[in-house]
């Protein structure tokens, strides 16, 4: 069974960083294309960035660029999301997301998701 656990999230003032963390058990996370996704309140779930198995290629949706970065480390298992300049926008609670043949933007493509991790991000 694969799971997947996210971590490192808080509350934060505006500008503030904050990095996430998600490990993925029962499988090598190298065989997944992974993403994040966020949800916030009354909204649907929606795409933030994604990354290739190989970390070689990284897709932001457009508000994150340039503050947040997707990486990888499959030696670990892990995925991460650091996020900076974080602003009250970014508040939501933030999935990972794992499939093995999708097409990026689409949430029921994905094979496993993590439990989610709180961000909140005010003055």
């Known amino acids: 069974q694969v799971l997947l656990v996210e971590s490192g999230g808080g509350l934060v003032q505006p500008g503030d960083s904050l990095r996430l963390s998600c490990v993925v058990s029962?499988?090598?996370?190298?065989?997944?294309?992974m993403s994040w996704f966020r949800q916030a309140p009354g909204k649907e779930r929606e795409f933030v960035a994604a990354?290739?198995?190989?970390?070689?290629?990284?897709y932001y949706t457009e508000s994150v660029k340039g503050r947040f970065t997707i990486s990888r480390d499959n030696a670990k298992n892990t995925l991460y999301l650091q996020m900076n300049s974080l602003s009250p926008e970014d508040t939501a609670v933030y999935y990972c997301?794992?499939?093995?043949?999708?097409?990026?933007?689409?949430?029921?493509?994905?094979?496993?998701w993590g439990q989610g991790t709180q961000v909140a991000v005010s003055s």
């Open positions: 997301a794992a499939c093995s043949d999708c097409t990026m933007l689409k949430i029921d493509q994905y094979d496993y």
């Open positions: 029962g499988r090598t996370s190298s065989a997944y294309f």
């Open positions: 990354l290739t198995r190989s970390g070689g290629t990284a």
